[in-house]
């Protein structure tokens, strides 16, 4: 049976600002299976904004465990996030899972794999899935470029970049701010 394939996922930090953002095409295969797909959350009252790559079955099982970590630590994402991603690495039903995850909040912007990685990226830019270097690669262009730019602004451009060149990726995003 074929896989899902991936997506493009884009956070951008700046100026007090947080925007993620995702593309919205699920394929199987070499086909288009659905063109409107939400791989973004807002969690935590809007406070933490949550994106994935991969298979959207276990995403969403990773993103409820991450919404149970973080009850669990009182909203501190950074506890939440290293505590997903031990779990996820040692657990025998989570380490099969497939997908990645970007969450972030006001003060930092994370990426969690299955490896047992979290990474906060450089530049406060973190991108995952198949697009993803093309929609990090004008992100940190626009960054440093384009200086009145907002991060949503810069997300949607970055996305649609990636829209551009990459054919996991369309032109139908959804994209969440942050709440301070």
């Known amino acids: 049976m074929e896989k899902f394939r991936s997506t493009t996922v884009l956070a951008i930090k700046k100026d007090g600002e947080v925007a993620l953002g995702a593309d919205g095409q699920a394929t199987f295969g070499n086909t288009v299976a659905k063109s409107n797909v939400k791989k973004v959350r807002t969690l935590m009252g809007g406070k933490i904004v949550c994106g994935f790559a991969g298979s959207t079955a276990d995403a969403f099982t ?11 630590f009182n909203g501190n994402m950074k506890r939440a996030a290293i505590d997903l991603a031990k779990d996820w690495r040692m657990d025998r039903y989570l380490r099969k899972l497939e997908a990645m995850m970007i969450v972030a909040d006001i003060n930092d912007v994370l990426i969690i794999s299955g490896t047992g990685d979290v990474i906060e990226p450089d530049h406060d830019i973190a991108a995952i899935g198949s697009g993803s270097m093309y929609a990090q690669s004008a992100a940190l262009a626009l960054k440093k470029h384009a200086s009145d730019m907002s991060a949503e602004d810069m997300v949607r451009e970055g996305l649609g970049i990636a829209a551009d060149i990459c054919i996991y990726t369309n032109h139908n995003f959804v994209i969440e701010k942050v709440k301070a």
């Open 62 to 72: 990773l993103m409820e465990r991450f919404e149970e970590k973080l009850n669990a």
